[in-house]
Protein backbone atom coordinates (compact mmCIF):
# COMPACT_ATOMS: atom_id res chain seq x y z
CA UNK A 1 0.00 0.00 0.00
CA UNK A 2 1.24 3.29 -0.64
CA UNK A 3 1.01 6.05 2.05
CA UNK A 4 0.48 9.36 1.03
CA UNK A 5 2.18 10.62 4.61
CA UNK A 6 0.50 13.50 6.58
CA UNK A 7 -2.28 15.88 5.44
CA UNK A 8 -0.68 19.36 4.80
CA UNK A 9 -3.53 20.53 6.82
CA UNK A 10 -1.99 18.79 9.99
CA UNK A 11 1.51 19.46 9.61
CA UNK A 12 1.22 23.25 10.28
CA UNK A 13 0.58 21.98 14.11
CA UNK A 14 3.81 19.76 14.32
CA UNK A 15 6.95 20.79 16.50
CA UNK A 16 9.63 21.79 14.25
CA UNK A 17 12.16 18.87 14.03
CA UNK A 18 9.73 15.93 13.14
CA UNK A 19 10.62 14.21 10.01
CA UNK A 20 8.12 13.48 7.55
CA UNK A 21 6.29 12.57 4.12
CA UNK A 22 4.28 15.34 2.24
CA UNK A 23 2.28 14.42 -0.71
CA UNK A 24 0.65 16.38 -3.13
CA UNK A 25 0.21 17.92 -6.41
CA UNK A 26 3.16 21.31 -7.10
CA UNK A 27 1.47 24.97 -7.74
CA UNK A 28 4.72 26.22 -8.24
CA UNK A 29 8.39 26.46 -8.43
CA UNK A 30 10.66 28.73 -8.18
CA UNK A 31 14.63 28.34 -8.23
CA UNK A 32 16.67 31.44 -6.90
CA UNK A 33 20.68 31.00 -5.91
CA UNK A 34 20.93 28.09 -5.26
CA UNK A 35 17.52 26.77 -3.16
CA UNK A 36 14.62 25.86 -5.11
CA UNK A 37 10.86 26.83 -3.67
CA UNK A 38 7.86 24.50 -4.55
CA UNK A 39 4.44 25.41 -3.70
CA UNK A 40 2.46 22.27 -2.44
CA UNK A 41 -1.07 21.54 -2.06
CA UNK A 42 -3.02 18.38 -1.40
CA UNK A 43 -6.58 20.28 -0.77
CA UNK A 44 -6.97 19.37 2.49
CA UNK A 45 -6.43 22.95 3.83
CA UNK A 46 -6.28 26.52 2.26
CA UNK A 47 -2.87 26.75 2.63
CA UNK A 48 -0.26 25.81 0.59
CA UNK A 49 2.86 23.99 1.82
CA UNK A 50 6.57 25.85 1.07
CA UNK A 51 9.26 23.03 0.25
CA UNK A 52 12.33 24.07 0.44
CA UNK A 53 15.03 22.23 -1.55
CA UNK A 54 18.87 23.00 -1.35
CA UNK A 55 20.98 22.81 -4.52
CA UNK A 56 22.58 19.18 -5.12
CA UNK A 57 20.24 17.76 -2.51
CA UNK A 58 17.66 16.32 -5.18
CA UNK A 59 19.00 15.15 -8.69
CA UNK A 60 18.16 17.58 -10.45
CA UNK A 61 16.56 15.87 -13.12
CA UNK A 62 14.55 14.73 -10.77
CA UNK A 63 13.66 17.85 -9.33
CA UNK A 64 12.78 19.49 -12.90
CA UNK A 65 9.80 17.23 -12.88
CA UNK A 66 8.55 19.30 -9.77
CA UNK A 67 6.52 21.42 -12.22
CA UNK A 68 3.09 23.25 -11.76
CA UNK A 69 0.74 20.32 -11.82
CA UNK A 70 2.66 17.48 -10.83
CA UNK A 71 1.96 15.09 -8.38
CA UNK A 72 4.93 14.39 -6.16
CA UNK A 73 6.01 13.74 -2.74
CA UNK A 74 8.63 15.29 -0.67
CA UNK A 75 10.56 13.61 2.28
CA UNK A 76 12.44 15.74 4.87
CA UNK A 77 12.29 18.10 8.28
CA UNK A 78 9.90 20.48 9.47
CA UNK A 79 11.82 23.66 9.85
CA UNK A 80 10.91 27.44 11.31
CA UNK A 81 10.05 29.33 8.24
CA UNK A 82 11.17 33.17 7.65
CA UNK A 83 8.19 33.88 5.63
CA UNK A 84 5.27 35.60 6.97
CA UNK A 85 1.83 33.58 7.32
CA UNK A 86 3.36 30.22 7.43
CA UNK A 87 4.74 28.72 10.67
CA UNK A 88 7.00 25.81 8.95
CA UNK A 89 8.18 24.81 5.84
CA UNK A 90 9.33 21.24 4.74
CA UNK A 91 13.08 21.37 4.01
CA UNK A 92 13.17 18.17 1.84
CA UNK A 93 16.10 15.67 1.20
CA UNK A 94 13.70 13.33 -1.28
CA UNK A 95 11.21 13.42 -3.60
CA UNK A 96 8.96 10.52 -5.70
CA UNK A 97 7.78 11.82 -8.79
CA UNK A 98 4.20 10.08 -9.14
CA UNK A 99 2.57 11.46 -12.12
CA UNK A 100 4.55 14.57 -13.72
CA UNK A 101 2.15 17.34 -15.69
CA UNK A 102 3.88 18.76 -19.41
CA UNK A 103 4.31 22.80 -17.98
CA UNK A 104 3.60 23.74 -21.94
CA UNK A 105 0.05 22.29 -22.02
CA UNK A 106 -1.26 22.19 -18.58
CA UNK A 107 -3.88 24.15 -18.56
CA UNK A 108 -4.27 25.49 -14.89
CA UNK A 109 -1.06 28.17 -14.79
CA UNK A 110 -0.32 30.34 -12.04
CA UNK A 111 -1.63 33.62 -13.43
CA UNK A 112 -5.15 34.27 -12.86
CA UNK A 113 -8.31 32.71 -14.65
CA UNK A 114 -12.09 33.12 -15.17
CA UNK A 115 -14.87 31.46 -14.00
CA UNK A 116 -15.72 30.54 -17.55
CA UNK A 117 -12.60 29.03 -18.41
CA UNK A 118 -12.09 27.14 -15.44
CA UNK A 119 -15.75 25.51 -15.23
CA UNK A 120 -14.36 24.24 -19.05
CA UNK A 121 -11.75 22.35 -16.78
CA UNK A 122 -13.66 21.31 -14.33
CA UNK A 123 -12.06 18.71 -13.49
CA UNK A 124 -8.74 20.46 -12.58
CA UNK A 125 -9.99 23.17 -10.96
CA UNK A 126 -10.26 22.40 -7.51
CA UNK A 127 -6.59 22.50 -7.65
CA UNK A 128 -6.66 26.49 -7.46
CA UNK A 129 -7.68 28.53 -4.70
CA UNK A 130 -10.80 29.53 -4.90
CA UNK A 131 -12.35 26.04 -5.68
CA UNK A 132 -10.49 24.01 -3.23
CA UNK A 133 -12.17 26.29 -0.63
CA UNK A 134 -15.56 26.44 -2.14
CA UNK A 135 -14.91 22.71 -1.98
CA UNK A 136 -13.66 22.57 1.58
CA UNK A 137 -16.92 24.63 2.48
CA UNK A 138 -19.50 22.03 0.96
CA UNK A 139 -18.04 19.25 2.20
CA UNK A 140 -18.65 21.07 5.87
CA UNK A 141 -21.66 22.28 4.82
CA UNK A 142 -23.12 18.21 4.12
CA UNK A 143 -21.52 17.19 7.11
CA UNK A 144 -23.44 19.95 9.21
CA UNK A 145 -26.71 18.95 8.05
CA UNK A 146 -25.93 15.19 8.68
CA UNK A 147 -24.85 15.96 12.21
CA UNK A 148 -27.55 18.67 12.55
CA UNK A 149 -30.47 15.85 12.31
CA UNK A 150 -28.95 12.78 13.27
CA UNK A 151 -28.30 14.99 16.67
CA UNK A 152 -32.40 15.79 16.61
CA UNK A 153 -33.09 12.25 16.59
CA UNK A 154 -34.32 11.96 12.42
CA UNK A 155 -33.58 9.05 10.18
CA UNK A 156 -32.02 9.63 6.83
CA UNK A 157 -33.77 8.48 4.36
CA UNK A 158 -33.10 8.02 0.34
CA UNK A 159 -35.77 8.41 -2.22
CA UNK A 160 -36.30 7.32 -5.37
CA UNK A 161 -34.39 9.58 -7.72
CA UNK A 162 -37.04 7.84 -11.21
CA UNK A 163 -40.43 8.74 -10.20
CA UNK A 164 -44.03 8.59 -11.77
CA UNK A 165 -45.33 11.57 -10.20
CA UNK A 166 -44.73 15.37 -10.15
CA UNK A 167 -44.40 16.62 -6.67
CA UNK A 168 -44.46 20.55 -7.89
CA UNK A 169 -46.94 20.22 -10.50
CA UNK A 170 -44.93 22.13 -12.65
CA UNK A 171 -44.20 19.84 -15.24
CA UNK A 172 -40.66 21.00 -16.20
CA UNK A 173 -39.27 17.20 -15.73
CA UNK A 174 -36.80 14.56 -17.54
CA UNK A 175 -38.38 11.79 -19.07
CA UNK A 176 -36.86 8.70 -18.23
CA UNK A 177 -37.30 6.06 -21.21
CA UNK A 178 -35.99 3.18 -22.72
CA UNK A 179 -38.28 3.74 -25.97
CA UNK A 180 -35.82 6.71 -27.33
CA UNK A 181 -32.91 5.33 -29.19
CA UNK A 182 -30.28 6.53 -31.51
CA UNK A 183 -27.96 6.09 -34.36
CA UNK A 184 -26.46 7.78 -37.26
CA UNK A 185 -28.00 9.69 -39.56
CA UNK A 186 -27.11 10.44 -43.38
CA UNK A 187 -24.73 13.10 -42.05
CA UNK A 188 -22.67 10.85 -39.70
CA UNK A 189 -24.12 12.79 -36.57
CA UNK A 190 -26.31 10.56 -33.96
CA UNK A 191 -30.15 11.04 -34.76
CA UNK A 192 -33.16 10.48 -32.12
CA UNK A 193 -35.57 8.09 -33.02
CA UNK A 194 -38.82 6.44 -30.80
CA UNK A 195 -39.18 2.79 -31.07
CA UNK A 196 -42.48 2.63 -29.80
CA UNK A 197 -44.69 6.01 -28.36
CA UNK A 198 -47.13 3.39 -26.23
CA UNK A 199 -46.31 4.38 -22.78
CA UNK A 200 -47.37 0.61 -21.86
CA UNK A 201 -43.89 -0.52 -24.03
CA UNK A 202 -41.61 1.44 -22.19
CA UNK A 203 -39.65 -0.15 -19.38
CA UNK A 204 -41.95 0.71 -16.33
CA UNK A 205 -44.94 0.51 -18.35
CA UNK A 206 -45.56 4.09 -17.82
CA UNK A 207 -44.41 7.54 -18.03
CA UNK A 208 -41.72 8.05 -15.82
CA UNK A 209 -38.92 10.96 -15.06
CA UNK A 210 -36.28 11.81 -12.89
CA UNK A 211 -37.19 13.28 -9.37
CA UNK A 212 -38.21 17.18 -8.89
CA UNK A 213 -38.09 16.15 -5.56
CA UNK A 214 -38.33 13.44 -2.89
CA UNK A 215 -40.70 15.08 -0.12
CA UNK A 216 -43.58 13.35 -1.00
CA UNK A 217 -41.85 10.14 -0.50
CA UNK A 218 -40.66 11.48 2.68
CA UNK A 219 -44.20 12.11 3.96
CA UNK A 220 -44.73 8.57 4.06
CA UNK A 221 -41.75 7.89 6.15
CA UNK A 222 -42.89 10.40 8.42
CA UNK A 223 -46.43 9.79 8.46
CA UNK A 224 -44.59 6.16 9.95
CA UNK A 225 -41.72 7.17 11.49
CA UNK A 226 -42.28 10.77 12.79
CA UNK A 227 -39.14 12.85 11.54
CA UNK A 228 -37.22 12.15 9.15
CA UNK A 229 -34.89 14.13 6.40
CA UNK A 230 -33.99 13.19 2.82
CA UNK A 231 -30.48 14.62 1.06
CA UNK A 232 -30.08 13.74 -2.50
CA UNK A 233 -30.01 15.11 -6.12
CA UNK A 234 -32.76 16.39 -7.57
CA UNK A 235 -33.35 17.53 -11.49
CA UNK A 236 -35.59 20.31 -13.03
CA UNK A 237 -35.79 20.24 -16.74
CA UNK A 238 -36.17 23.97 -17.01
CA UNK A 239 -34.42 26.30 -19.76
CA UNK A 240 -32.76 28.46 -18.08
CA UNK A 241 -28.99 29.80 -18.39
CA UNK A 242 -29.11 32.22 -15.15
CA UNK A 243 -26.63 32.35 -12.39
CA UNK A 244 -28.82 30.83 -10.31
CA UNK A 245 -30.54 27.62 -11.95
CA UNK A 246 -29.32 23.91 -12.73
CA UNK A 247 -30.35 21.06 -14.37
CA UNK A 248 -29.25 19.12 -11.27
CA UNK A 249 -28.99 20.00 -8.03
CA UNK A 250 -28.96 18.32 -4.48
CA UNK A 251 -31.54 18.68 -1.98
CA UNK A 252 -32.34 19.21 1.70
CA UNK A 253 -35.69 17.90 2.93
CA UNK A 254 -37.09 17.08 6.34
CA UNK A 255 -40.35 16.27 7.08
CA UNK A 256 -41.59 15.75 10.92
CA UNK A 257 -45.36 14.47 11.99
CA UNK A 258 -47.06 15.99 14.73
CA UNK A 259 -45.83 19.49 13.70
CA UNK A 260 -47.37 22.62 12.34
CA UNK A 261 -46.37 25.75 10.44
CA UNK A 262 -44.95 27.40 13.58
CA UNK A 263 -43.01 23.99 14.02
CA UNK A 264 -41.60 24.42 10.66
CA UNK A 265 -40.47 27.61 10.89
CA UNK A 266 -38.25 27.28 14.24
CA UNK A 267 -36.82 24.34 12.68
CA UNK A 268 -35.99 25.64 9.59
CA UNK A 269 -34.42 28.58 11.33
CA UNK A 270 -32.24 26.86 14.00
CA UNK A 271 -31.40 24.60 10.90
CA UNK A 272 -29.92 27.62 9.30
CA UNK A 273 -27.99 29.03 12.24
CA UNK A 274 -26.25 25.51 13.10
CA UNK A 275 -25.00 25.05 9.35
CA UNK A 276 -23.98 28.71 8.61
CA UNK A 277 -22.25 28.70 12.44
CA UNK A 278 -20.52 24.80 12.10
CA UNK A 279 -19.00 26.39 8.66
CA UNK A 280 -17.91 29.58 10.58
CA UNK A 281 -16.15 27.41 13.21
CA UNK A 282 -14.56 24.78 10.56
CA UNK A 283 -13.74 26.71 7.39
CA UNK A 284 -12.48 30.32 8.78
CA UNK A 285 -9.60 30.65 6.27
CA UNK A 286 -11.91 29.32 3.39
CA UNK A 287 -13.92 32.40 4.35
CA UNK A 288 -11.64 34.67 4.89
CA UNK A 289 -10.05 34.31 1.40
CA UNK A 290 -14.42 34.53 0.30
CA UNK A 291 -14.30 38.04 2.18
CA UNK A 292 -11.28 39.45 0.82
CA UNK A 293 -11.76 38.12 -2.85
CA UNK A 294 -15.35 37.50 -4.05
CA UNK A 295 -18.18 38.27 -1.11
CA UNK A 296 -16.60 42.11 1.07
CA UNK A 297 -19.03 41.48 3.36
CA UNK A 298 -19.36 37.58 3.51
CA UNK A 299 -18.39 37.03 7.40
CA UNK A 300 -19.74 40.26 8.36
CA UNK A 301 -23.39 38.74 7.09
CA UNK A 302 -22.67 35.01 8.06
CA UNK A 303 -22.23 35.80 11.50
CA UNK A 304 -25.17 38.63 11.74
CA UNK A 305 -27.08 35.79 10.61
CA UNK A 306 -26.06 33.15 12.94
CA UNK A 307 -26.61 35.12 15.80
CA UNK A 308 -30.32 36.94 14.93
CA UNK A 309 -33.60 36.62 15.55
CA UNK A 310 -35.41 35.88 12.25
CA UNK A 311 -38.61 38.03 11.71
CA UNK A 312 -42.07 36.75 11.27
CA UNK A 313 -44.56 38.51 8.41
CA UNK A 314 -47.48 37.23 6.35
CA UNK A 315 -47.43 37.56 2.60
CA UNK A 316 -50.09 40.07 2.67
CA UNK A 317 -47.83 42.16 5.32
CA UNK A 318 -44.74 42.30 3.21
CA UNK A 319 -46.58 43.06 0.03
CA UNK A 320 -48.06 45.96 2.01
CA UNK A 321 -45.01 47.27 2.64
CA UNK A 322 -43.43 46.58 -0.54
CA UNK A 323 -45.85 48.75 -1.89
CA UNK A 324 -45.14 51.50 0.64
CA UNK A 325 -41.74 51.46 0.09
CA UNK A 326 -41.11 54.05 -2.70
CA UNK A 327 -39.19 52.16 -4.44
CA UNK A 328 -38.35 51.53 -8.28
CA UNK A 329 -39.01 47.45 -8.69
CA UNK A 330 -38.30 45.88 -11.95
CA UNK A 331 -41.04 43.37 -11.23
CA UNK A 332 -44.34 45.38 -9.96
CA UNK A 333 -45.58 44.19 -6.21
CA UNK A 334 -48.99 43.21 -6.27
CA UNK A 335 -51.44 40.61 -3.90
CA UNK A 336 -50.89 37.53 -5.73
CA UNK A 337 -47.78 38.26 -7.31
CA UNK A 338 -44.71 35.75 -7.01
CA UNK A 339 -42.06 37.97 -5.03
CA UNK A 340 -38.72 38.12 -6.84
CA UNK A 341 -35.29 38.35 -5.55
CA UNK A 342 -35.10 42.04 -5.41
CA UNK A 343 -38.48 41.85 -3.60
CA UNK A 344 -37.05 39.46 -1.03
CA UNK A 345 -33.58 41.35 -0.48
CA UNK A 346 -35.15 44.62 -0.12
CA UNK A 347 -37.69 43.01 3.11
CA UNK A 348 -33.98 41.65 4.77
CA UNK A 349 -31.50 44.12 3.96
CA UNK A 350 -33.19 47.63 3.77
CA UNK A 351 -36.88 47.31 5.94
CA UNK A 352 -35.58 44.30 8.54
CA UNK A 353 -32.16 44.63 8.49
CA UNK A 354 -32.11 40.25 8.95
CA UNK A 355 -33.43 37.00 8.29
CA UNK A 356 -37.64 37.35 7.48
CA UNK A 357 -39.78 34.74 7.40
CA UNK A 358 -43.13 35.24 5.19
CA UNK A 359 -46.13 33.01 5.80
CA UNK A 360 -49.51 32.46 4.19
CA UNK A 361 -48.65 33.07 0.97
CA UNK A 362 -51.93 33.12 -2.54
CA UNK A 363 -53.13 29.25 -2.71
CA UNK A 364 -52.23 30.18 -6.39
CA UNK A 365 -49.09 30.67 -6.28
CA UNK A 366 -48.01 27.56 -4.51
CA UNK A 367 -48.00 23.72 -4.55
CA UNK A 368 -51.11 21.68 -4.58
CA UNK A 369 -49.90 19.78 -0.89
CA UNK A 370 -49.66 23.26 1.30
CA UNK A 371 -52.24 22.82 3.86
CA UNK A 372 -55.31 25.41 3.16
CA UNK A 373 -56.22 28.30 5.55
CA UNK A 374 -59.42 29.16 7.05
CA UNK A 375 -59.82 31.87 4.64
CA UNK A 376 -59.24 29.38 1.36
CA UNK A 377 -57.45 31.96 -0.42
CA UNK A 378 -53.75 31.22 1.48
CA UNK A 379 -51.94 28.13 2.09
CA UNK A 380 -49.51 27.49 5.44
CA UNK A 381 -46.80 28.07 3.53
CA UNK A 382 -43.21 29.61 4.24
CA UNK A 383 -40.08 30.98 3.04
CA UNK A 384 -37.01 31.49 4.75
CA UNK A 385 -35.59 35.11 3.19
CA UNK A 386 -31.64 36.17 3.89
CA UNK A 387 -29.76 38.99 3.42
CA UNK A 388 -27.97 39.01 0.34
CA UNK A 389 -29.50 36.36 -1.70
CA UNK A 390 -33.19 35.90 -0.57
CA UNK A 391 -35.69 32.91 -0.54
CA UNK A 392 -33.31 30.21 0.92
CA UNK A 393 -35.54 28.07 2.57
CA UNK A 394 -39.63 27.03 1.27
CA UNK A 395 -41.82 24.63 3.17
CA UNK A 396 -45.23 24.41 4.61
CA UNK A 397 -47.31 22.75 6.77
CA UNK A 398 -49.01 19.58 4.46
CA UNK A 399 -52.56 19.48 3.73
CA UNK A 400 -53.82 15.93 5.80
CA UNK A 401 -57.28 16.87 5.33
CA UNK A 402 -58.73 14.10 2.30
CA UNK A 403 -61.20 16.07 0.82
CA UNK A 404 -59.06 19.35 0.90
CA UNK A 405 -56.09 17.46 -0.63
CA UNK A 406 -58.32 15.55 -3.45
CA UNK A 407 -59.89 18.94 -4.22
CA UNK A 408 -56.58 20.82 -4.38
CA UNK A 409 -55.55 18.07 -6.87
CA UNK A 410 -58.29 18.35 -8.87
CA UNK A 411 -58.50 22.09 -9.07
CA UNK A 412 -54.55 22.42 -10.36
CA UNK A 413 -55.74 19.69 -12.99
CA UNK A 414 -53.53 16.88 -11.60
CA UNK A 415 -54.24 13.36 -11.90
CA UNK A 416 -55.77 11.72 -8.92
CA UNK A 417 -54.54 8.72 -9.52
CA UNK A 418 -51.37 9.36 -10.02
CA UNK A 419 -51.18 10.38 -6.25
CA UNK A 420 -52.96 7.36 -4.80
CA UNK A 421 -50.68 6.37 -2.47
CA UNK A 422 -50.16 9.85 -1.39
CA UNK A 423 -53.49 10.24 -0.33
CA UNK A 424 -53.33 6.65 1.30
CA UNK A 425 -51.64 8.71 4.05
CA UNK A 426 -54.49 10.63 4.59
CA UNK A 427 -57.03 7.55 4.47
CA UNK A 428 -55.09 5.63 7.13
CA UNK A 429 -53.71 7.51 10.31
CA UNK A 430 -53.66 10.68 8.97
CA UNK A 431 -51.77 13.49 11.13
CA UNK A 432 -50.82 17.05 10.80
CA UNK A 433 -47.16 16.98 9.39
CA UNK A 434 -44.54 19.54 7.76
CA UNK A 435 -41.45 20.11 6.17
CA UNK A 436 -39.07 22.64 4.12
CA UNK A 437 -36.52 22.24 1.45
CA UNK A 438 -33.37 24.01 0.93
CA UNK A 439 -31.32 24.05 -2.28
CA UNK A 440 -27.78 22.75 -0.94
CA UNK A 441 -26.02 24.80 -3.96
CA UNK A 442 -28.15 27.66 -2.82
CA UNK A 443 -27.24 27.69 0.19
CA UNK A 444 -23.06 27.21 -0.65
CA UNK A 445 -23.47 30.41 -2.73
CA UNK A 446 -24.56 31.65 0.46
CA UNK A 447 -21.85 30.70 2.74
CA UNK A 448 -19.18 31.51 0.17
CA UNK A 449 -20.33 34.67 -1.81
CA UNK A 450 -19.86 32.78 -5.12
CA UNK A 451 -21.86 34.84 -7.66
CA UNK A 452 -22.90 31.63 -9.83
CA UNK A 453 -23.99 28.54 -9.30
CA UNK A 454 -22.43 26.76 -11.72
CA UNK A 455 -19.22 27.13 -9.63
CA UNK A 456 -20.06 25.57 -5.98
CA UNK A 457 -21.53 22.07 -7.51
CA UNK A 458 -18.51 19.59 -8.77
CA UNK A 459 -20.08 19.07 -12.36
CA UNK A 460 -22.67 21.47 -13.19
CA UNK A 461 -25.81 20.69 -15.94
CA UNK A 462 -27.80 22.85 -17.73
CA UNK A 463 -28.85 23.82 -20.95
CA UNK A 464 -26.90 22.75 -23.62
CA UNK A 465 -24.17 21.37 -21.28
CA UNK A 466 -23.14 17.99 -19.63
CA UNK A 467 -19.90 17.54 -20.04
CA UNK A 468 -17.70 15.62 -17.34
Known amino acids: MIHPGERIADLFAKPVGTRLQASGWVKTRRDS ?43 GTLVESPAAGQPVELKADAMVVHGPADPAVYP ?28 RVRNQAAWAIHKFFQERGFLYIQTPIITA ?36 DDFFGKPAYLTVSGQLEAETFACSMTNVYTFGP ?57 NKRIE ?13 R ?33 HERWLTEKKVGRPVILTDYPKEIKAFYM ?48 YWWYLDLRRFGTVEHAGFGLGFERLLMYLTGMKNIRDVIPFHRAPGQAEF
Not at 182 to 199: I, M, N, V, Y
Request: proline share 3%; with cysteine; net charge negative.
Open 234 to 290: TFRAENSNSARHLAEFWMVEPEMAFCDLQGDMELAEEFLKYVIQHVLDRCAEDLEFF
Open 33 to 75: KGVSFVQLSDGSCFRDLQVVIEAGVIPPETLKLATTGACVTFE
Open 296 to 308: PELLSTLTHVAES
Open 371 to 418: RMNDDNKTVRAMDVLAPRIGEIIGGSQREERLSRLEARIQEMGLRKED
Open 165 to 200: SDCEGAGAMFAVSTLLGAREGLDGKPQFHLTSTDPA
Open 108 to 135: LQKKGASFEFLREIAHLRMRGNTFGAVF
Open 310 to 342: FEHLTYTEAVRLLEQSGESFEFPVYWGADLQSE
